[in-house]
């Protein structure tokens, strides 16, 4: 199993960013996916996770109305969508299926 992060950066305030997630090793279609943040001296925490069909998702209270998780399974991808970034979403960003993460992306969120 492999998960393979991208889209991280720094960006402003009030920004947007994509994440993606690249899987392999597995069959992607049948694994509910999540994304996981961490920042500085806090604990790992979920951000949102998504069925294997797609069709129900889960928003952690912080993000809800601000970030959106879909999925391509033709593309064993997974995506986050975060838009009106605030400096506390800074973390690293991390995919997730039950039982393996990725390396993690950086998303620095700063003026």
């Known amino acids: 199993v492999q998960l393979v992060e991208s889209g991280g950066g720094l960006v402003q305030p009030g920004g947007s960013l994509r994440l993606s997630c690249a899987a392999s090793g597995f069959t992607f279609s049948r694994y509910t996916m999540n994304w996981y943040r961490q920042a500085p001296g806090k604990e790992r925490e979920l951000v949102a996770a998504?069925?294997?069909?797609?069709?129900?998702?889960n928003y952690a209270d912080s993000v809800k109305g601000r970030f959106l998780i879909f999925r391509d399974n033709a593309k064993n991808t997974v995506y986050l969508q975060m838009n009106s970034l605030k400096p506390e979403d800074t973390a690293v960003y991390y995919c997730n299926r039950f039982g393996y993460w990725g390396q993690g992306t950086q998303v620095t969120v700063s003026s």
């Open positions: 998504i069925t294997s069909a797609g069709g129900s998702t």
